[in-house]
């Protein structure tokens, strides 16, 4: 609410009396402003700036005098709609539950787990042994171990009316296809109160018609295999690295993830290195390093998990410097880790890292 001037009444002496005459007030011209701060939306994080926006009136002078008294603005704003990717694993809710890009399964909806899901939680998938025979010693020379990919297969009793057991079996084939090219699609699994999440393809789907498939009785199989064989935690971790400091974060896991870097303008040459003690006593240290200028509003984005570094989507991988691993080794370790920015003028705003907690 905002009270404008109005003529007020202004004491004149004639003849030794005094009175009162009614004079013209100028408004003028008056401008109000107003600013919103950026809205954040977390799960993910997505930041929505609002823009600064003023509202301009201009009155004349107003003769003869007009009381304007008190008036009152207001506006009305539309909903704000956001639109924010599915968190994956936001629709489970309870044990013995599965989500394949967002097609629930198990506990609670018409595909019942039975039997053993395969490949999950505990279980370590196949590995190759780097191991090379030795040719003057018992044993061998001890070579790396890489896991296989991860190959999780679950097995379900379907259960629905004789009239929807076609539409529900419809359902599972339509939300359960083979995958186009090279196309992986998110996978959460529920086992007890632990919610993974892991990238995967369906490459088995079976579900034997008999007898008992009239009566809304079925058996299914489906096998999904990730590429990546890690479980991953379904919360992003997250710490923000001042330029020319060093934080130091702990990964829960028991195997290296991927994480993903944001560094904004403006930065010239942006440095970042994580530094980690092996069990052994040895330094591991690993550097990613760019040979750029970004400007203010710009925002370089290292995506570890799919081999990228890009400002609005253009490949900078080509800026990367000599002293630079490749982005695909600029992992995290399993424990306690330092993560260092710097840039060449020292002043950037704070380098962003996420990653999730990762399990083989």
Not at 316 to 321: D, E, I, S
Request: proline share 7%; hydrophobic share 40%; charged share 20%.
């Amino acid at each position: 609410m905002a009270r404008l001037g109005r003529s007020q009444p202004i004491p004149v002496r004639i003849g030794g009396r005094r009175i009162y005459h009614q004079a013209s007030v100028d408004l003028g011209a008056f401008t109000l402003g107003w600013e919103f701060p950026a809205l954040t939306v977390t799960s993910p994080s997505v930041t929505i700036p609002l823009s600064v926006f003023t509202l301009s009136w201009e009155f004349p002078s107003v003769t003869p005098s007009i009381g304007l008294g008190v008036f009152t603005l207001n506006w009305s704003f539309p909903s704000l709609a956001v639109d924010v990717p599915i968190n994956p694993g936001d629709d489970l809710t309870g044990p013995g539950q599965l989500s394949l890009n967002g097609f629930r399964m198990g506990s609670g909806t018409p595909y019942r787990l039975v039997g053993e899901l395969i490949g999950a939680d505990i279980d370590m998938p196949g590995v190759d042994n780097g191991n090379v025979a030795n040719p003057s010693s018992h044993g061998a020379m001890s070579g790396r171990k890489l896991a296989q990919p991860r190959i999780i297969t679950a097995n379900f009793l379907v259960k629905a009316p004789r009239d929807q057991i076609q539409e529900v079996m419809e359902d599972f084939r339509d939300n359960t296809p083979i995958a186009d090219a090279d196309e992986e699609l998110w996978l959460a699994i529920q086992v007890l109160d632990t919610i993974y999440v892991t990238r995967g393809a369906v490459t088995r789907r079976s579900a034997p018609i008999n007898q008992q498939y009239r009566l809304g009785r079925a058996k299914a199989v489906l096998q999904v295999e990730c590429s990546d064989p890690r479980l991953y935690a379904r919360q992003l971790s997250s710490v923000e690295v001042p330029d020319g400091a060093a934080v130091e974060v702990f990964h829960a896991g028991n195997t290296t993830t991927k994480p993903l870097l944001r560094c904004a303008g403006p930065a010239t040459n942006p440095r970042l290195q994580i530094t980690r003690t092996l069990t052994d006593g040895r330094q591991d240290a690993r550097v990613v390093e760019f040979n750029l200028t970004l400007e203010a509003g710009e925002q370089l984005i290292i995506d570890v998990a799919n081999e990228t570094a890009t400002i609005d989507d253009v490949s900078q991988m080509r800026h990367l410097t000599g002293a630079s691993i490749g982005v695909v080794d600029f992992v995290l370790g399993r424990g306690a880790s330092q993560i260092s920015y710097t840039t060449s003028d020292g002043d950037a705003p704070n380098a962003v890292v996420l990653w999730r907690q990762a399990w083989i």
